[in-house]
């Protein structure tokens, strides 16, 4: 399999390092091109892996359709995989479309908040601006996958799975998403993950579906709650926050299901910042004007805070990622949560990358392994819920990232034997 992939941030360094890893003995990989704004970056990153014949770097703006198109004439990839900012989904849809070359991303473009009402009243859903050419995809052809990371990705993965083995009746599904990362003896707040989608997906307005509702927005971190989350990491307070997962799962899952939400534990230290750099407008995407030249606050705010390759590799502690979901099973009530922990220190010593874009990065090299091996066909537009989830759970913990399934009890502690996923899945 030849893969384009454009972008090499912390996400695409992980997916390069699984990879190689995954198949040293060339079995499926090909070709992994490595194409980032910054040549310097994919080319360090290239060297690291050792393996000039099989992982190359090039230069390439993403907004730029004809270097994007120059590098798929040239390479000829059966996949363009964006790992780029969000905003470019649109753009590079459209240039793999054109182009006849499936496509994959990890999230979705942004969403537009409406803008008189906006935590009353929904805008512009996340994702739209891609879902809207989901007949184009279908009369294509192609495969279209559309936010196969961890969250979006993995969670749509269980949300599946849940659907199809551990429910008759799904009455509410949503994320829940912790960790106690930090870095020893470091004081303030530190950013994990891509200071872009951070800030916007905390501040912009909470999204909630309802059957009988459809969707709505909230306030910023509304509707905290208890949630206890496993590997040691324990209880954490859950809010609100913008994600894909309420647009995705109500489109492709059924049994009844009448709620979706996505919930993460910032905690309070966390969200106190965001909402000083939201008053103070250094979360605009908006230019203002300094010192002659136009200046993106974001922007500016992102080159100012320590980058989050750098912070990642220092920090201790796990990551919790997960599907709740709750419902009727045999005629009684029933509450899951499947999930995956990983261990800051583990994937650092063993992928040379922090956990948070290492748990982004595994969900995308299994789908490419899949369609390398011929185990993978799914044209059109699709997102992880519309996919059936066996061979990708089957091969989560041989990349590594076991799965796992807490039983949502009185006391919550009992947890599933991650081989028991394995194996039904495995059917």
């Not at 310097?40 to 907004?63: C, N, T």
């Not at 509702?213 to 859950?238: N, V």
């Not at 650092?348 to 290492?358: E, H, I, P, S, T």
């Not at 759970?393 to 076991?402: C, H, I, Q, T, V």
Request: aromatic share 10%; proline share 6%; glycine share 10%.
């Amino acid at each position: 399999m030849r893969i384009l992939q454009i972008g090499v941030g912390g996400v695409g360094e992980s997916a390069a390092r699984i990879a190689q890893q995954r198949d040293p003995s060339r079995e499926w990989l090909e070709l992994l091109i490595l194409a980032d704004y910054d040549g310097v970056r994919a080319g360090e990153v290239a060297g690291k892996l050792g393996d000039p014949s099989r992982f190359r770097a090039a230069e390439v703006d993403a907004s730029k359709p004809d270097q994007v198109e120059a590098l798929i004439a040239e390479h000829k990839p059966d996949l363009l995989m964006n790992l780029v900012e969000p905003k470019y989904n649109p753009g590079l849809m459209d240039i793999a479309l054109r182009c006849g070359v499936n496509y994959m991303d990890t999230g979705s473009v942004g969403s537009e908040p409406h803008p008189e009402d906006p935590f009353n009243q929904v805008g512009v859903l996340l994702g739209e601006k891609q879902w809207v050419k989901k007949r184009d995809w279908d009369e294509s052809g192609l495969m279209g996958m559309l936010g196969f990371g961890v969250e979006p990705g993995m969670s749509g993965f269980f949300a599946r799975f849940a659907e199809k083995y551990l429910f008759d009746e799904v009455e509410e599904m949503g994320v829940r998403d912790g960790a106690d990362l930090h870095i020893p003896g470091h004081e303030g707040v530190v950013f994990g993950f891509n200071v872009w989608s951070t800030v916007e997906e905390c501040l912009n307005p909470p999204l909630v579906w309802e059957k009988e509702r459809g969707h709505y927005t909230t306030q910023p971190f509304s509707e905290p709650e208890t949630f206890w989350l496993p590997g040691g990491i324990g209880s954490a307070e859950m809010v609100n926050v913008e994600h894909s997962e309420a647009v995705f799962f109500p489109r492709a899952i059924g049994k009844g299901l009448r709620r979706a939400t996505f919930k993460y534990a910032l905690g309070q230290e966390f969200i106190d910042a965001l909402k000083v750099l939201g008053s103070c407008n250094l979360s605009s995407k908006t230019p203002v004007r300094f010192r002659g030249r136009d200046l993106v606050p974001i922007d500016a705010l992102a080159a100012i805070v320590p980058s989050p390759a750098d912070t990642g590799l220092a920090m201790v502690g796990k990551s919790s990622a997960g599907t709740w979901v709750k419902g009727r099973k045999d005629g009684l009530e029933r509450e899951v949560y499947l999930y995956q922990v990983a261990d800051n220190e583990e994937c650092v010593d063993r992928l040379g990358c922090q956990v948070v874009v290492a748990q982004t990065a595994f969900t995308s090299v299994i789908v490419w392994e899949l369609m390398a091996t011929g185990r993978w066909d799914y044209p059109g537009l699709r997102t992880p819920e519309m996919c059936d989830p066996d061979e990708y759970m089957a091969l989560m913990a041989d990349y590594g990232f076991p799965a796992g399934m807490l039983e949502m009890d009185a006391e919550y502690k009992r947890v599933a034997d991650q081989a028991t996923l394995r194996d039904l899945a495995r059917r």
